[in-house]
């Protein structure tokens, strides 16, 4: 039996209207002018033969049909999006994943073997970037990324915390007799001294740090550059300490205090809420989360 259907790109104007509960929002997110959203809403409204939304001075609202129609139709995306992501990839074929370059280097490239291992038939394709993709339009499946973990759309798994502390190599910490207290510090080449974080780490640690607004704004760009300049003995790195656990541990850096600074970041695991069942990323996903736990 067939079952009578509305227009799909009016339908899918709608769900994108509904989401935002904006035309103008709704038009940018599907490269539409507004003034084809509101034709296909009207042409939508024609066909349910009842008004979906109040047009209100810069912005608009769902009526009671609108709001009873307006779940449905996000499910119907989500399953339909769902069911075409595993039809098109299923469990083998290639996995793109996208993550910052420090996280990429200093933790997931020493553990993908054993995903591998697992998996052997699902390729995997890592690439680094400190921007944040657009999952609805880049042809990645997951993403390791540094924030909060408040993505609209998206599953997010905490995986380590995003902490921060200086680190030094042992020599440079004897070019000054030792670091025995957070001032010593300043006494010797600060990499990257305009970042954030220490700022925060010496207001933690009560020690002012105007000097460091003086000092010249070179700037890496990753942390792993920053470890590889002060493994060198190029000056002090504010990195995080779980992405240095072997160069702590076999004496390349060392952490000479205990305070860590905290901005409640943390590196997540996130992909599209529609594709969680996706086998591919579902593999990925559980992989990654044993691996964090162990």
């Not at 499946?141 to 902490?163: F, K, M, T």
Request: hydrophobic share 50%.
């Amino acid at each position: 039996m067939a079952f009578p259907l509305p227009p799909l790109a009016a339908i899918r104007v709608f769900e994108a209207a509904a989401r935002h509960l904006s035309f103008t929002k709704a038009a940018a997110e599907l490269g539409m002018t507004q003034a084809a959203v509101s034709y296909q809403i009207k042409l939508l409204e024609e066909r349910v033969g009842a008004p979906l939304f109040l047009r209100q001075p810069r912005q608009v609202a769902l009526t009671e049909a609108g709001r009873r129609l307006a779940p449905a139709v996000t499910e119907a995306f989500a399953i339909l999006g769902e069911a075409y992501a595993a039809a098109r990839t299923g469990a083998d074929g290639l996995l793109c994943v996208t993550t910052v370059l420090t996280f990429a280097s200093n933790w997931l490239a020493h553990r993908l073997g054993s995903f591998q291992i697992k998996h052997p038939a699902l390729a995997v394709r890592l690439e680094t970037s400190s921007r944040l993709i657009d999952f609805a339009r880049e042809d990645v499946d997951i993403a390791i990324r540094s924030g909060g973990g408040n993505w609209p759309g998206l599953e997010a798994h905490r995986l380590l915390e995003a902490d921060f502390t200086p680190m030094l190599s042992p020599k440079l910490a004897a070019s000054i007799g030792g670091v025995r207290e957070p001032a010593d510090l300043l006494r010797l080449p600060i990499l990257d001294p305009g970042d954030i974080w220490w700022k925060e780490w010496f207001g933690a640690a009560g020690v002012p740090s105007d000097d460091l607004a003086r000092r010249p704004g070179s700037s890496m760009g990753a942390q792993a550059y920053e470890a590889n300049a002060a493994i060198a003995g190029h000056g002090v790195a504010i990195l995080t300490r779980a992405l240095f656990k072997n160069e702590l541990a076999d004496g390349r850096l060392v952490q000479p205090f205990d305070l860590v600074g905290d901005d409640g970041h943390a590196y997540w695991l996130v992909y599209p809420e529609a594709r969680r069942n996706v086998p591919k990323i579902r593999a990925f996903r559980d992989w990654l989360l044993a691996e964090i736990a162990c």
